[in-house]
């Protein structure tokens, strides 16, 4: 008793420094989260202000392009008349058309999506099969029809600068004829173009450092030399850009750089209104910093730095406490942190339990052990074998629900506790974890080296210990890997039974 007062004393000194603590956590949450939000509805704006100004470019686009939609229908209809008259494209005067359509480029793609022939020599036997799979399906649906298209705003495949392009397919199908315009020579580039336009939103928009509108094929429509390309961008960005086209959904991803910088990529899905070839499906791709916040941070940092310094020596008393006491609770957790099945601990403990209070039913126990994991994580290293477990266990919580519960013993075997089991029950239940690892060689590379093994067996009588029960399913285990692994052996007594 005489260390009482002490340990009262300590006590209340922890108290004071967890609430000092917990208030500095507390107001200085509630100030970055006030931040965030304001920096969120920020962007919410800007991004608004994006989509309309894109929205109003593309109305001028379609209203200017109409214009240049009639000369192209014009001049690729004439070339088909002619086509007719001299089907081989390869004895056309090409210098003749070239100066005949200015500043239009003329091309003719075959049925395997090459360039035939062309006056825009950096197009000279381009294949498209190599870049632009939309494109290519594009192609192929506008071969077979007899109908004109103009696309309007696109990136040239050969050049990745925006042109704008028209289509007719020839009249035995063979060819599809293309007028390309850069968009550069277009009258509607002089007061409706990319870069200007972009350029006002960076300049007017606080927090906004870049801003690119790419399409799906992956070009950017305002291309620097530093980004003319989806490509062009690392791989973790990149991926987000796949992503949001893959589920049309606002992707975004995180860089936290030094001294607390963060820039922040996000793709925003955009489609023009006026439906026309691969642009009209775009990306938004806008990039904001944290420069703002880190003002507003550092001014108020001062405020909280006296009790953030109580509040981190307040943290490590706390947590040397907190570990000291609970180190033998944290040892008998109840579940496996990797898989969350139940831990041998858990097991032992549910289990006598269970033999205490067992009614009329046996209790049944299975063994399942994962086949090859070393080889698995000899091949793939550790981070996949840990996902091989987890998956696993998945597949046993789904296959025994509620009947019983999972168990990781360690490394790759598992158990299963059925409360009332009998053999059918477990041949069952064994069969559908055999098919479900199966099929998961189909989905799943990793999964082919993989198998697993299962023994069970059932209680002979109401009072036998837990350790005979695990003895004779473990031998009924190994009597499964002896034959082969991917089986299962049911044993009780001396009769066992193979499926």
């Known amino acids: 008793m005489k260390n009482l007062p002490l340990k009262l004393f300590l006590s209340l000194v922890i108290f004071a420094f967890i609430l000092i603590f917990t208030m500095v956590v507390t107001t200085t949450k509630l100030f970055l989260d006030n931040v965030i939000e304001e920096q969120h509805k920020q962007r919410e704006v800007i991004e608004r202000n994006i989509f309309m100004q894109l929205s109003e470019m593309d109305s001028a686009h379609a209203y200017f392009s109409q214009l240049e939609d009639e000369e192209m229908r014009k001049g690729l209809y004439e070339l088909r008349d002619y086509y007719e008259e001299n089907p081989d494209v390869h004895t056309w005067d090409l210098e003749e058309i070239a100066k005949k359509y200015a500043p239009r480029e003329f091309y003719v793609i075959n049925a395997e999506n090459q360039v035939e022939v062309t006056t825009h020599e950096p197009s000279e036997n381009f294949d498209f099969n190599e870049c632009c799979s939309e494109f290519v399906r594009l192609i192929q649906e506008r071969l077979p029809t007899d109908e004109f298209y103009f696309d309007g705003l696109e990136n040239s495949a050969a050049t990745r600068d925006a042109w704008m392009y028209s289509y007719l397919a020839t009249p035995d199908h063979r060819y599809l004829l293309e007028f390309g315009i850069r968009f550069g020579d277009t009258s509607v580039a002089k007061y409706f173009g990319y870069e200007e336009t972009v350029d006002n939103l960076l300049a007017n928009n606080e927090g906004l450092r870049d801003l690119r509108i790419l399409t799906y094929e992956g070009f950017a429509l305002n291309f620097s030399s530093d980004l003319m390309t989806v490509?062009?961008?690392?791989?973790?960005?990149?991926?987000?850009?796949?992503?949001?086209?893959?589920?049309?959904?606002?992707?975004?991803?995180?860089?936290?750089?030094?001294?607390?910088?963060?820039?922040?990529?996000?793709?925003?899905?955009?489609?023009?209104?006026?439906?026309?070839?691969?642009?009209?499906?775009?990306?938004?791709?806008?990039?904001y910093d944290n420069i703002e916040e880190l003002a507003i941070s550092e001014k108020n940092s001062r405020i909280f730095s006296w009790m953030a310094g109580v509040g981190i020596i307040t943290a490590v008393i706390a947590m040397l406490i907190i570990l000291k006491i609970f180190t033998k609770t944290i040892r008998l957790a109840t579940y496996d942190t990797l898989t969350g099945a139940y831990n041998r601990a858990s097991y032992l403990q549910h289990m006598n339990s269970l033999i205490e209070s067992r009614g009329a039913n046996p209790i049944g126990l299975m063994l399942v052990d994962l086949d090859n994991?070393?080889?698995?994580?000899?091949?793939?290293?550790?981070?996949?074998?840990?996902?091989?477990?987890?998956?696993?266990?998945?597949?046993?919580?789904?296959?025994?629900?509620?009947?019983?519960?999972?168990?990781?013993?360690?490394?790759?075997?598992?158990?299963?506790?059925?409360?009332?089991?009998?053999?059918?029950?477990l041949q069952a239940a064994a069969q559908n974890i055999l098919q479900r690892v199966r099929t998961q060689h189909d989905k799943n590379p990793l999964w082919a080296i993989l198998s697993v093994s299962i023994g069970a067996t059932l209680q002979k009588e109401s009072r036998e210990a837990e350790l005979e029960l695990f003895k004779r399913a473990d031998e009924a285990l190994y009597m499964s890997k002896r034959q082969g692994k991917d089986t299962y052996t049911y044993l009780l007594h001396d009769e066992k039974r193979n499926d």
């Open 231 to 287: 490509d062009d961008l690392n791989a973790d960005i990149r991926r987000a850009y796949y992503n949001a086209i893959e589920t049309g959904k606002v992707a975004e991803v995180r860089k936290t750089l030094q001294d607390g910088y963060i820039e922040t990529h996000r793709f925003l899905p955009y489609k023009a209104e006026e439906t026309r070839g691969n642009a009209t499906q775009r990306i938004i791709y806008a990039k």
């Open 373 to 425: 994991f070393k080889k698995l994580n000899d091949e793939y290293g550790h981070a996949e074998g840990d996902v091989a477990l987890r998956e696993l266990t998945t597949i046993l919580k789904d296959v025994v629900q509620k009947k019983g519960y999972v168990v990781r013993f360690g490394g790759d075997e598992f158990g299963i506790v059925y409360e009332r089991a009998n053999e059918d029950k």
